[in-house]
């Protein structure tokens, strides 16, 4: 049996909507929108704990805003090149060597506004329409709309909650066809938090060799949120190393989100073709941020501890919230390697009721939560499996015991 379906990318539609089809076509990010959600609610006066955003609730590292500060009055306020400051590109071609083992000349990376910018600009500087992007699932929410609008024909892979949901060499092998462009994946994932060890991808590595004309996305932007210890990057296999875009920023690594930077390394010919895109689009980053994001790669000793204190909270946040939810009935989940998401199955609650509320999929049960317990999650589905729901522990160890608290009594009302 396959282990993967097609999703067909590009629907034709009969509305007269004044919007392009390929707008029509895009999903708004679940993310993102269950946090609109949660916040409308809490300016409503709901007492609302959204664990529903990804994005690391700690401070921006102060040498890092120092810096900011300081491009500001240094006047560092005016256009940069497309692809990033020279000193920026090159502090994080010393970053890929130092940290991932991995050479790149500084030409080789793009630096863009997000982790998410540098996607956009990878998918539609490889895919031709009709071409497949393979997207192992559970994935995270962007990646198949991105693919859509580069006009990707999807193919979700699925990968089993009882193999730590990553895919095997073998379903791999087996969901490449000769249209196959890109393979997409994060490690850590988001949402399940799952890691690929370096034998892992060696064994995904092994299979692309075979493929020369399939491409690799290879997102690691949770790389220092690991409880596992080294990083392994995919590009440090050197027979497909050319075909590899490393995808990585300051987001979650440094908690700077709302700074907007992400870069790419990928191949001069790649490289060049972001340039280009990014050059038409949004042309360089925002300054300022990247003198930060500069204070950021080369001040190892002004932001260890910040992040070290960072990533051992997330840690006790993991294995606490995973103690709690073993003592709820009916869930299942892995034990994330790392990111700060849990993706337990919540299936067996499906077919039950509370009152006005019927259990039928993954979405019912978040707008349960939601509804009854005031817990903001996002439903499995836009992660690509409907069995489940994305929780992020991304807030305080109080608002987290207080969730779950809160989650296990909804939870315990339903009833068949
Ligand atoms: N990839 C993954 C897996 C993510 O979770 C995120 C977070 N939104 C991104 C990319 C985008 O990161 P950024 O905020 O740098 O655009
Ligand atoms: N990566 C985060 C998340 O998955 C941020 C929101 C987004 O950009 O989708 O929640």
Same mark, same amino acid.
């Given at each position: 049996?396959? #282990?993967?379906?097609?999703?067909?990318?590009?629907?034709?539609?009969t %509305?007269?909507?004044?919007?392009?089809?390929?707008?029509?076509?895009?999903?708004? =990010?679940?993310?993102?929108?269950?946090?609109?959600?949660?916040?409308?609610?809490?300016?409503?006066?709901?007492?609302?704990?959204?664990? =529903?955003?990804?994005?690391?609730?700690?401070?921006t590292?102060?040498?890092?805003?120092?810096?900011?500060?300081?491009a500001?009055?240094?006047?560092?306020?005016h256009?940069t090149?497309?692809s990033?400051?020279?000193?920026?590109?090159? &502090?994080?071609?010393?970053k890929?060597?130092?940290?991932?083992?991995?050479?790149?000349?500084?030409?080789?990376?793009?630096?863009?506004?997000?982790?998410?910018?540098?996607? &956009?600009? !990878?998918?539609?500087?490889?895919?031709?329409?009709?071409?497949e992007?393979?997207?192992?699932?559970?994935?995270?929410v962007?990646?198949?709309?991105?693919?859509?609008?580069?006009?990707?024909?999807?193919?979700?892979?699925?990968?089993s909650?009882?193999? @730590?949901?990553?895919?095997t060499?073998?379903?791999?092998?087996?969901?490449i066809?000769?249209?196959?462009?890109?393979?997409?994946?994060?490690?850590?994932?988001?949402?399940?938090g799952?890691?690929?060890?370096?034998?892992?991808?060696?064994?995904l590595?092994?299979?692309?060799?075979?493929?020369?004309n399939?491409?690799?996305?290879?997102?690691?932007?949770?790389?220092?949120?690991?409880?596992t210890?080294?990083?392994e990057s995919?590009?440090?296999f050197?027979?497909?190393?050319?075909?590899?875009?490393?995808?990585?920023?300051?987001?979650k690594?440094y908690?700077?989100?709302?700074?907007?930077?992400?870069?790419?390394?990928?191949?001069?010919?790649?490289?060049?073709?972001? /340039? #280009?895109?990014q050059?038409?689009?949004?042309s360089?980053?925002?300054?300022?941020?990247?003198?930060?994001?500069? !204070? &950021?790669?080369?001040?190892?000793s002004?932001?260890?501890?910040?992040?070290?204190?960072?990533?051992?909270e997330?840690?006790?946040?993991? @294995?606490?919230?995973? @103690?709690?939810?073993s003592?709820?009935?009916?869930?299942?989940t %892995?034990?994330?390697?790392?990111a700060?998401?849990?993706?337990? %199955?919540?299936?067996?609650?499906?077919?039950?009721?509370?009152?006005?509320?019927?259990?039928?999929? /993954?979405?019912?049960?978040?707008?349960?939560?939601?509804?009854?317990a005031?817990? =903001?999650?996002?439903?499995?589905?836009?992660?690509?499996?409907?069995?489940?729901?994305?929780?992020?522990?991304? #807030? =305080?160890m109080?608002?987290?015991?207080?969730?779950? @608290?809160?989650?296990?009594?909804?939870?315990?009302?339903?009833?068949?």
């Amino acid at each position: 049996m396959s #282990t993967f379906k097609n999703v067909e990318s590009i629907h034709k539609s009969t %509305n007269m909507s004044v919007l392009s089809e390929r707008i029509r076509n895009l999903t708004a =990010s679940a993310t993102l929108e269950m946090a609109r959600i949660s916040r409308e609610l809490r300016a409503q006066g709901v007492n609302v704990i959204d664990l =529903s955003i990804g994005e690391p609730d700690f401070n921006t590292p102060e040498c890092v805003k120092e810096a900011a500060k300081k491009a500001i009055d240094d006047n560092h306020t005016h256009y940069t090149p497309v692809s990033g400051l020279a000193e920026l590109r090159k &502090a994080i071609a010393a970053k890929l060597k130092n940290e991932n083992g991995l050479d790149y000349d500084p030409v080789q990376i793009v630096v863009s506004n997000g982790a998410k910018q540098s996607i &956009a600009n !990878t998918m539609l500087c490889l895919v031709n329409p009709g071409e497949e992007v393979i997207i192992p699932a559970p994935y995270w929410v962007s990646y198949t709309e991105i693919a859509k609008l580069a006009g990707a024909v999807v193919k979700e892979l699925f990968a089993s909650i009882d193999n @730590d949901f990553k895919v095997t060499p073998d379903e791999l092998e087996e969901a490449i066809t000769p249209k196959t462009k890109i393979f997409i994946f994060s490690s850590p994932c988001n949402p399940t938090g799952s890691f690929y060890t370096r034998k892992e991808l060696e064994g995904l590595a092994g299979v692309f060799e075979k493929h020369p004309n399939v491409y690799i996305i290879s997102d690691e932007i949770y790389e220092y949120i690991n409880f596992t210890g080294k990083h392994e990057s995919m590009a440090q296999f050197e027979a497909i190393r050319d075909r590899v875009i490393t995808i990585n920023g300051v987001s979650k690594g440094y908690a700077m989100t709302g700074w907007r930077i992400g870069y790419l390394a990928a191949t001069k010919e790649i490289a060049k073709a972001c /340039d #280009t895109l990014q050059g038409q689009i949004t042309s360089g980053a925002c300054s300022i941020s990247q003198y930060a994001s500069l !204070t &950021a790669f080369n001040g190892i000793s002004c932001t260890s501890r910040e992040v070290r204190t960072m990533v051992d909270e997330f840690r006790k946040r993991r @294995d606490a919230i995973i @103690d709690r939810l073993s003592t709820i009935p009916g869930i299942r989940t %892995n034990v994330p390697a790392g990111a700060f998401y849990i993706f337990p %199955n919540i299936a067996s609650y499906f077919g039950t009721r509370n009152g006005k509320y019927h259990i039928s999929d /993954d979405r019912d049960l978040s707008m349960y939560l939601l509804g009854e317990a005031h817990v =903001s999650v996002v439903p499995g589905s836009a992660f690509g499996n409907g069995n489940c729901i994305r929780i992020s522990y991304a #807030t =305080s160890m109080e608002n987290l015991t207080e969730a779950m @608290d809160r989650i296990s009594e909804a939870l315990s009302a339903l009833k068949q």
